[in-house]
């Protein structure tokens, strides 16, 4: 038995990209700190959440869901996805495809690269 599509819609509509939580909180501490930074920064490959271009430093903040890090503890991975099953084992990998290319491009331009997970 799968979850109510109206009820995952609803849920996955308020999933938001910007400001969520935890990169709020990641915010609030810098700029306590007097660490001064860029958000969404669309110069910076990959768009980090954050960025401090003084130390070209780029910070990451992402659900461990949605980059895979929760799918690579688990034995049966399949096991998370109880409805769009065929879409969720091809969406998964290609943001972990993605987040390793970021990675690199960025290690190659000098960049230090620093990922957060926001683990549920």
């Not at 996955?12 to 920064?41: E, F, N, Q, T």
């Not at 998370?80 to 390793?100: A, E, V």
Request: charged share 25%.
């Amino acid at each position: 038995m799968g979850r109510d599509t109206s009820i995952t819609s609803q849920t996955m509509g308020r999933i938001k990209r910007r400001d969520a939580m935890p990169k709020l909180l990641l915010r609030r501490s810098l700029h306590k700190l007097c660490i001064r930074y860029g958000v969404d920064s669309i110069n910076v490959y990959g768009r980090p959440d954050m960025s401090i271009m003084k130390y070209k430093l780029a910070i990451f903040v992402g659900g461990d869901f949605w980059h895979g890090n929760k799918v690579r503890r688990l034995s049966k991975p399949e096991d998370l996805f109880l409805t769009n099953s065929p879409f969720w084992p091809r969406k998964i990998p290609g943001s972990i495809q993605r987040d390793h290319q970021a990675n690199q491009r960025l290690i190659d331009d000098g960049w230090t690269v620093i990922r957060i997970w926001a683990s549920t």
